[in-house]
């Protein structure tokens, strides 16, 4: 089946970018989501993008997609220790029969 | 606008117990409603997902079944719960409106442990 893959972990200092990566597999992916989930929460949509798109820009938020490559980043700015929370990335495209397909997450930590 | 409510919010059972669990929407009409699992340190799983009343497709066997008795109400539920069986428990609506673009939208979801 179709799959998105995310690295576990990234630190880093509060003022400074944070910058999360996914790739996936699904070649006909049609819409990429940007998802954050706080401690003991549900996860909350943070921004998505078209597949024919190259870039979106959302306030601190930057998503930058290579459809050739197959990989999606999510850039925050000026990262806040409010940011500090898990980032899934997900998929949905015709291969994987429309479905959302999510990574594992990320685990962004912001250090004071 | 709409909302989604699931509950309980935590919950402790023992091996072999029954399980129900309840998500309901709000402000939406003819949603598509999903059933995911999280566990520890892992992605989603997609469990169940709906199209409508009495229609549910499930995507791995497992020990859970779910049912929608009501247009925006949707139920995930177990006659013997086994220890594998806890995680975190997340339902979500998609609207099939919204063109293909929807998004899912999760509940707070629930955190089962089983003893």
Redesign the interface.
Known sequence: GED?EQS?FLSVREGDSSVINCTYTDSSS??L?W?KQEP??????LT?I?SNMDMKQDQRLTVLLNKKDKHLSLRIADTQTGDSAIY?C?D?GRTGG???I????TRLFVKA | SQTIH?WPATLVQPVGSPLSLECTVEGTSNPNLYW?RQAA????Q?LF?SVGIGQISSEVPQNLSASRPQDRQFILSSKKLLLSDSGFY?C?WRSRTGG??S???????T?LTVT
């Open positions: 998105v576990l049609t819409y989501y998802y003991g929460a549900g996860l909350q949509l998505y078209f899934f997900a949905r429309f479905k959302t999510f990574g594992a997450g | 699931q995911y340190g892992r992605g989603l997609l997902y997340l979500a293909d673009n998004p899912l939208h999760f509940g707070n979801g955190r």
